[in-house]
């Protein structure tokens, strides 16, 4: 698509608003961008590597300072904004760098370490089933990782739906969309043998990223809005850190 890529990491590490799930996969050298945030960190780590990550990068600092807004709510207060928040995220699929998203997350992030939910202080809509991970209402998140996670949850960031219990009638869309970003992904992990075979490896590496460009754009626009045939609201992921795939990057 003629976008030019930075070649150097973003010094301000990379899209603030992004979620940071993925930061702690292994990215080569000299590819990594810094794409952590902390809005995950609490939570139990996708990947087991993820428990040596202790560094805080600016990015981090940064996403700790905004979560300090929602610290100083009572639990009361937290649970009605998120009641009220679920309430305006309902019916559409949203991107994982919606800023709405983004503050729905770290409000979410708080609620689940006070068991919020638990306490029952403020009735979600009536569209969002209850989670049977963590209790709290259903807001699934889609990524490339779909056949191996699942369906992740916004809250708890635990498989919310397995692969297999996704709905049928959207599951085989759902598997050949995730087979073919797996061997475009993978390119951005290719080995110094698979670089060297490919030639020209900074020209895969880019035809990779438009690609995975595509096939975002198509989970936003095809894939993502018939999760709303199931679910209240859902979320997908509009990035691929690996390949420097930003969200303003993907166009619907
Ligand atoms: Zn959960």
Request: glycine share 6%; proline share 7%; aromatic share 10%.
């Amino acid at each position: 698509m003629g976008v030019e890529r930075d070649p150097k990491p973003d010094a301000a590490g990379g899209s603030g608003i992004t979620a940071g799930f993925r930061a702690f996969e292994t990215v080569p050298e000299g590819r990594r961008l810094n794409s952590a945030t902390p809005l995950d960190k609490t939570f139990p780590p996708r990947h087991a590597a993820a428990m040596a990550f202790e560094s805080e990068s600016p990015l981090d600092s940064l996403w700790k300072e905004y979560g300090r807004a929602f610290q100083d709510w009572d639990d009361l207060t937290l649970a009605r904004w998120l009641a009220q928040t679920l309430g305006e995220l309902e019916g559409r699929a949203w991107r994982l760098s919606h800023p709405l998203v983004g503050a729905y997350r770290l409000g979410a992030q708080l609620a689940h370490e006070k068991q919020i939910w638990f306490k029952r202080l403020a009735t979600p809509p009536a569209a969002y089933a209850e989670s049977p991970c963590c209790r709290a209402p259903f807001l699934p998140l889609l990524t490339r990782d779909v056949r191996e996670s699942g369906l992740i949850c916004q809250h708890c960031n635990e498989t919310l739906v397995p692969f297999d219990e996704i709905p049928a009638d959207i599951r085989a869309e759902i598997e050949a969309w995730a087979q073919q970003y797996e061997p475009v992904h993978a390119v951005a992990h290719w080995d110094d043998r698979q670089r060297r075979s490919a030639g020209n490896y900074d020209a895969a590496y880019e035809n990779a990223a438009e690609r995975a460009e595509q096939l975002l754009a198509r989970a936003g626009r095809e894939i993502a809005p018939k999760l709303l045939n199931s679910y209240a609201a859902a979320v997908w992921e509009d990035q691929d850190e690996c390949l420097e795939v930003r969200p303003e990057d993907v166009q619907l």
